[in-house]
C-alpha cells in the first residue's frame, strides 16, 4: 500500500510538471525571448547554478546559450549578459532601454524606491543628478574632497603605526578610512576611530556587508512574498538599514540647527538648502526620505567596497612580493618618504596606478554588476526583453576577457601598462558598472584607492605571516561579491 502511495506521487509529481512545461513552452512560443535553460516550477533555474561560485556557473550558461540568455532566478525572469561588446551595447548604445534598476528584495524592499541605488524615474534623476553635481563640485567649505582623502590617509597611517608591527587582521581598520571620508562629504565630521558612536556605525555597516550573502536573505530576494512573513535574519538585516537611516537623520536634526543657506559645509547642507528652495513644490523629491536614503546608499557603497578592495590589494601585494618591490621602488623614486602623496603624482607613477587598476580588474568585486531593468519592451539584437525583466551585465566577462588582458587569470599590472611602460587605459575595465547607471561614487572611489594605496607603501612594508607561495587569494564567497580569505599581516614602518 505504501508502494502505491509512492508511486502515485511521484505520478503525480511528473504529470505536474509536464503540465507545466507545455504551458511554459507555449507562452513562449512565437517569443523572441533570448534562449536559456528550461525551468522548474518555483525554483526556475537554481539547479543550474554553484552557489559557492555564482558567477562561474552564470558563464558556463554562457558558452551554451550564448552572450544573451535568460534564466528564472525562483520565477524572476532574468537576463544576463556575458562579454563586454554585448555590456557595452546595451549599457552605452541602448543606456536609456536598460536604465531601470532591477530588484533585489533584500535591500529595496526597505529604501522603497528613495535615494540613488535602488531608485528609479523622476526619483533617480533627481537623486543622481543632484549627488554628482555636489560631489564634483566640493569646493564648499574649506576643503576639497582630495584634501579631506589626503588628511584620512595620514589618520591611517598613525593608527598603523600604533600596532606597533604586530600582526593584524587589516579588514576593520581599512574600512574606518573610506567610512571617515562618506562622514567627512556628508556631515564635515571627522570621528576618531576608537570613537563609540563610530564604531556603532561601523559595525551596522560591517554586519550588513557580511550578512547579505545569507541564504536566508538570498531566499528572501528570491521569493520575498514569502519569507518576508516568517521570522529570520532578513528582520535583523532591515533592522541594520533603518539604524543606518536613524544614525543619518539624527545627524540632519543637528544639522537643521545650525544651518547656513549662504555658506553650505557638506552634502547635508547642500540638500537642506535644496529643500528649502523646493519647499512650496508639492512634487519635489527633496525630502528627508531620500537625504536618509542617500546618505545610507553612499555609506553603503563608499565604506565596504572600498575596504575590501585596499584589504585584497595589501593581500595580492604580499603574495606578488616582485610587484610590491616595484611599486615600493617607484613611489620612493617619484615622491620620497616626506611628501604627501596627491592625485597629480598618478601621471608620474605609472606602474603603482597600473597595480591599483590591476587589483580591481582581478578582484572583480562586482562580478555581475547590480541588477539592471528594462523599462520598455526591448529590441535587442534578435531578441526582445520584455518591460520591466531584469538584467545582469557580467561585469567579471570583460575584466576577464583574454583578448584585452592576455592570461587574465594571472594578477600581472602588465595589463595596465604599454610597451615603454606608460600606463594604459582599457575600456574593459569596468569594476564600477558603465553607462548612465555606473557608481556615482566612481572617481572618489578611484581616488581614496590610489592615496591610501599610495601613502600606506609609502610608510610601511607589507610582512604575510605565512611565505607568499602560500597565501590564498580565492574568494571565500563569490556571490553578489567577491570576498577575500581571511589573513594577518604586519606592517612595518619604513
Request: aromatic content about 10%.
Amino acid at each position: 500500500m505504501e508502494l502505491v502511495g509512492i508511486t502515485t506521487l511521484v505520478l503525480m509529481t511528473c504529470v505536474i510538471y509536464l503540465v507545466y512545461l507545455l504551458v511554459w513552452k507555449g507562452s513562449h512560443k512565437g517569443r523572441s525571448l533570448p534562449p536559456g535553460p528550461t525551468p522548474l516550477p518555483i525554483i526556475g533555474n537554481l539547479m543550474q547554478l554553484n552557489f559557492r561560485n555564482v558567477p562561474a556557473s552564470l558563464s558556463e550558461l554562457a558558452k551554451e546559450y550564448g552572450p544573451v540568455y535568460m534564466l528564472y532566478l525562483g520565477s524572476q525572469p532574468t537576463v544576463v549578459l556575458h562579454g563586454y561588446e554585448v555590456i557595452k551595447e546595451a549599457l552605452i548604445q541602448q543606456g536609456d532601454e536598460f536604465l531601470g534598476r532591477g530588484p533585489l528584495p533584500i535591500i529595496s524592499d526597505v529604501q522603497k524606491g528613495h535615494g540613488i541605488i535602488f531608485s528609479n524615474g523622476e526619483t533617480w534623476k533627481q537623486m543622481r543628478r543632484f549627488s554628482l553635481m555636489t560631489l564634483r563640485n566640493f569646493g564648499m567649505g574649506k576643503r576639497s574632497v582630495e584634501e579631506r582623502v589626503q588628511e584620512e590617509a595620514q589618520y591611517l597611517v598613525e593608527e598603523l603605526r600604533k600596532t606597533e608591527a604586530q600582526p593584524l587582521d587589516p579588514t576593520f581598520i581599512l574600512s574606518c578610512a573610506p567610512c571617515n571620508i562618506i562622514c567627512s562629504i556628508l556631515f564635515n565630521e571627522h570621528f576618531q576611530y576608537d570613537n563609540e558612536t563610530f564604531l556603532s556605525l561601523m559595525h551596522l555597516l560591517d554586519e550588513s556587508f557580511r550578512k547579505i550573502n545569507s541564504p536566508w536573505n538570498q531566499m528572501y530576494n528570491l521569493w520575498p512574498g514569502l519569507i518576508r512573513h516568517l521570522p529570520g535574519e532578513h528582520r535583523a538585516f532591515s533592522e541594520r538599514l533603518e539604524s543606518v537611516k536613524h544614525f543619518i537623520l539624527k545627524k540632519v536634526k543637528e544639522h537643521q540647527k545650525s544651518l547656513d543657506l549662504s555658506n553650505p559645509q557638506d552634502y547635508t547642507d547642500c540638500f537642506l538648502s535644496k529643500m528649502e528652495q523646493e519647499k512650496h513644490n508639492p512634487v519635489s523629491e527633496f525630502n528627508l526620505e531620500n537625504l536618509a536614503i542617500c546618505g545610507s546608499n553612499l555609506f553603503t557603497a563608499g565604506t565596504q567596497t572600498t575596504g575590501i578592495t585596499l584589504k585584497y590589494g595589501l593581500l595580492l601585494l604580499m603574495k606578488h612580493p616582485e610587484v610590491k618591490a616595484k611599486v615600493h621602488e617607484e613611489i620612493d623614486r617619484v615622491i620620497g618618504r616626506n611628501q604627501i602623496p596627491c592625485m597629480k603624482d598618478k601621471m608620474r607613477l605609472p606602474y603603482t596606478e597600473a597595480v591599483v587598476h590591476e587589483i580591481q580588474r582581478y578582484i572583480s568585486l562586482l562580478p555581475s554588476s547590480l541588477p539592471h531593468a528594462v523599462i520598455r519592451d526591448t529590441k535587442f539584437r534578435q531578441y526582445v526583453i520584455p518591460k520591466g525583466t531584469t538584467v545582469f551585465p557580467m561585469l567579471s566577462s570583460a575584466l576577464y576577457d583574454s583578448k584585452e588582458f592576455p592570461n587574465p587569470e594571472k594578477f600581472d599590472p602588465g595589463h595596465f601598462l604599454d610597451k615603454d611602460g606608460h600606463f594604459r587605459k582599457s575600456d574593459y575595465f569596468m569594476p564600477f558598472s558603465i553607462g548612465k547607471r555606473a557608481c556615482v561614487g566612481e572617481s572618489l572611489v578611484h581616488m581614496e584607492l590610489f592615496l591610501f594605496f599610495t601613502t600606506i607603501l609609502q610608510n610601511f612594508s607589507l610582512k604575510p605571516l605565512v611565505e607568499p607561495k602560500e597565501l590564498e587569494t580565492k574568494p571565500i564567497v563569490s556571490g553578489l561579491m567577491n570576498i577575500p580569505p581571511p589573513f594577518k599581516l604586519c606592517f612595518i614602518p619604513r
